[in-house]
């Protein structure tokens, strides 16, 4: 699909700038400028999505010391990477995973990029979940590194109880966490909070602001967590 035609060539004339800038010039022979300007309002926000996902997973991959087969089958399924396009994306996801560089300035940059989008951000986090659970659970070193991505971005406590219980099964998860909200809120508030969430985190609204459609299911799962999690307190609240 689009975001991946040409993801590393079709960078080039973009001021990324910072550690992106960085990574993308040196795959390219340094034809992308290096300013600390920032991506520039006019580049493809599908492809900068994308580009942010690949460099965080390659640094979560190795957060634990070792890069699984399932993580980066998982990386392959949640992209939707395309066979024609698996070399050039290696080449970026190889390079974020090789080079000294930490993962917090691309998560700072990514923060800056998505400043007022907290949802997007959000979603960021709730791939990261998926890529770091592919080979059976999400180990401390992971889960660390997850939960001080998600400071960066600037989301609370409750936001990230928020995403990590959504991602259990209808029957497992606390409502009310989903919800952000609290047992003795009463219904009318948490209604305002379902609403909010509901608007926040549908698929369309994502897809506006630059999350890819090669990603957007899992916050289709997200959605369903947020109807799921209301339709129970509704049940808990009128016995």
């Given at each position: 699909?689009?975001?991946?035609?040409?993801?590393?060539?079709?960078?080039?004339?973009?001021?990324?700038?910072?550690?992106?800038?960085?990574?993308?010039?040196?795959?390219?022979?340094?034809?992308?400028?290096?300013?600390?300007?920032?991506?520039?309002?006019?580049?493809?926000?599908?492809?900068?999505?994308?580009?942010?996902?690949?460099?965080?997973?390659?640094?979560?991959?190795?957060?634990?010391?070792?890069?699984?087969?399932?993580?980066?089958?998982?990386?392959k399924d949640k992209l939707k990477i395309p066979e024609n396009e698996l070399d050039q994306v290696g080449k970026i996801f190889n390079k974020a995973k090789e080079e000294?560089?930490?993962?917090?300035?691309?998560?700072?940059?990514?923060?800056?990029?998505?400043?007022?989008?907290?949802?997007?951000?959000?979603?960021?986090?709730?791939?990261?979940?998926?890529?770091?659970?592919?080979?059976?659970?999400?180990?401390?070193?992971?889960?660390?590194?997850?939960?001080?991505?998600?400071?960066?971005?600037?989301?609370?406590?409750?936001?990230?109880?928020?995403?990590?219980?959504?991602?259990?099964?209808?029957?497992?998860?606390?409502?009310?966490?989903?919800?952000?909200?609290?047992?003795?809120?009463?219904?009318?508030?948490?209604?305002?909070?379902?609403?909010?969430?509901?608007?926040?985190?549908?698929?369309?609204?994502l897809m506006s602001k630059g999350v890819p459609q090669e990603v957007i299911d899992e916050s289709k799962a997200k959605m369903r967590a947020i109807n799921s999690a209301?339709?129970?307190?509704?049940?808990?609240?009128?016995?």
């Open positions: 699909m689009a975001i991946w035609g040409s993801l590393i060539g079709g960078m080039i004339g973009f001021s990324l700038g910072g550690p992106f800038g960085m990574l993308l010039g040196s795959l390219i022979g340094g034809k992308i400028s290096r300013s600390k300007s920032g991506f520039k309002k006019f580049a493809q926000p599908q492809q900068i999505f994308a580009l942010s996902l690949i460099v965080l997973s390659a640094k979560l991959s190795k957060s634990d010391g070792q890069v699984s087969k399932e993580e980066l089958v998982a990386v000294s560089t930490g993962y917090e300035p691309y998560a700072q940059q990514i923060a800056q990029i998505y400043k007022g989008n907290i949802n997007v951000l959000e979603e960021v986090i709730n791939i990261l979940f998926y890529i770091a659970e592919a080979d059976g659970e999400v180990s401390i070193s992971e889960l660390k590194m997850i939960e001080n991505i998600a400071k960066i971005f600037g989301l609370n406590e409750t936001q990230l109880n928020a995403i990590k219980e959504s991602r259990k099964s209808s029957d497992k998860l606390n409502p009310y966490v989903v919800l952000e909200s609290k047992s003795d809120d009463s219904i009318e508030i948490i209604r305002k909070r379902y609403l909010k969430l509901s608007k926040e985190h549908h698929p369309d609204l209301w339709d129970q307190i509704q049940k808990l609240k009128s016995n």
